[in-house]
């Protein structure tokens, strides 16, 4: 559940815009975002991961959104961004997307890596720092919120 707040309009911030999303401590923050690329706009289910540095999309929708995102270790073994997961070390694409929204909040040119993600999870993208940074970003497990703000 998003909640949107807009500053009045006598208010020297007038044009800033603060989501709040209701979140559980007991279960990943996710939520649906928009993301633009060289060729087009999708929007996807993303979990919000402040513990990673990129944020993260699958190939199929690099692809879609006009990425020519493909990564052969054959071609060029030093090649490509290392990432951390859950399945050990991999070695990833990196692209930058033109632009990530959550609602009104948007993020222009966060650098995304190209990793297939567990299917089985129902999470299309993961929204890591490389997104998150754009906006003073608290998250309060007491009142049960996330809140993003423009810097």
Known sequence: MYFFYRPDTGSDA????L??????PDEP?????RIKGEKGVREVRAIIDTGSLYSVIPLQDARRLGYDAYFDLSADPDGGTKAVTKGGIVQAD???LEEVAIGD??????TTLVIELPTFARIEAVL????LKNFKTTIDF????LTLEPL
Do not use: H, P
């Open 128 to 131: 890591g720092i490389s997104f």
């Open 105 to 110: 909040l948007v993020a222009k040119d966060v």
């Open 29 to 33: 923050i996710t939520a649906f975002v």
């Open 94 to 96: 990196e692209i930058i």
């Open 19 to 24: 989501m709040k999303l209701k979140i559980n």
């Open 142 to 145: 007491n009142e049960g919120f």
């Open 14 to 17: 007038c044009g800033d815009v």
